[in-house]
């Protein structure tokens, strides 16, 4: 299990006072959050922001991006020890509960050295639940497109970076059309795409919550077979740590999971065939894709061999002596 860490900000200026659901008072007049305990000292102000509202104004701007509020949100002030350990303690908090890992929520927010800082204040994993001297996964949430004044590249050191150039480009190769195709698509030290991380920074996906609507060009379960085929492919290549997403149907795109009268998530019933119901669509239960992450499983650490292409975006390949895809 992983959890998804927002360690960059707090609560909307715009909410006012009142308690969260875990039951903790908050007043944003005050920039007070006792729970924690953070007050007013822990986020930047205007003296950090140069902006009047001190919202982001210019996104090109990385003094802007990481100590500018992103959409309203009281912005956490990382560059001080005392906020920092406030952070980490919550981080070792998990740890303590046997999470093996997080993905850092707005990752590109954060100054690198901040970030890095923080990651190696963390404790290792207990040894009640992994070897000795484990340390746990961390995921980067640093959105790169590739022509980016923020680079995927600034937080290497830190864990790895969830690759959003790579939906895209798999996305594309599979509908075909200039002059991209799945036979076509290459990995790091190619003539095209985006320039890619090393595999051991890299975490890849075909879509996840927010490219899938709309945000990235990218296929997703509404695609049908065409998604099959980039998660498939994706899960055949031996390159990143791959996230292969589970979600819920939806026509609009601020539309929550399914719900219970009082607005909380509904349970996921199973059919007998092993599919989700409810309103869940489990990408990650469907034949095509369980098959092929076991695929992943039994030819890990192997070579790609036999690179084959025909017609029509055609390719196969071998890993190694463990499996062939096509």
Not at 12 to 40: H, K, L, M, Q
Not at 50 to 70: S, Y
Request: glycine residues 12%; hydrophobic residues 35%; proline residues 6%.
């Amino acid at each position: 299990i992983y959890v998804d860490a927002v360690i960059n900000h707090m609560v909307g200026s715009d909410r006012g006072a009142g308690y969260g659901i875990g039951g903790c008072w908050y007043n944003v007049s005050t920039e007070s959050f006792p729970c924690v305990p953070y007050t007013a000292e822990d986020f930047n102000g205007p003296w950090d922001c140069p902006t009047g509202n001190q919202g982001i104004m210019n996104w090109d701007d990385p003094v802007q991006v990481r100590n500018c509020r992103l959409v309203g949100l009281l912005d956490l002030a990382t560059t001080l020890a005392d906020t920092r350990t406030k952070i980490v303690g919550y981080l070792n908090k998990l740890i303590r509960y046997g999470v093996a890992g997080i993905r850092i929520d707005a990752a590109k927010h954060i100054w690198p050295d901040d970030l890095k800082a923080m990651m190696g204040m963390t404790e290792d994993l207990p040894t009640a639940h992994f070897p000795a001297n484990s340390r746990m996964v961390t995921f980067q949430e640093v959105i790169d497109w590739g022509n980016s004044p923020i680079s995927n590249a600034e937080y290497i050191g830190s864990g790895r970076l969830c690759l959003f150039c790579y939906g895209t480009e798999i996305s594309q190769a599979v509908r075909g059309g200039g002059g991209r195709s799945l036979a076509a698509f290459n990995l790091p030290g190619t003539n095209w795409g985006p320039p890619w991380l090393a595999d051991q920074e890299s975490m890849v996906f075909v879509d996840n919550h927010d490219t899938q609507r709309g945000s990235g060009n990218v296929l997703t379960y509404k695609d049908g077979k065409a998604y099959k085929m980039a998660v498939g492919f994706m899960l055949a290549l031996p390159y990143g740590a791959a996230r292969v997403m589970s979600s819920y149907y939806f026509t609009d795109n601020s539309q929550g999971p399914p719900h219970n009268a009082d607005y909380s998530t509904a349970h996921v019933p199973i059919n007998s065939d092993g599919s989700c119901g409810g309103g869940w669509v489990c990408e990650h239960r469907w034949p095509e894709v369980a098959h092929m992450a076991q695929f992943r499983w039994v030819t890990a650490g192997q070579p790609i061999v036999h690179w084959t292409t025909g017609g029509d975006g055609q390719v196969g390949f071998g890993r190694g002596n463990a499996g062939f895809y096509a």
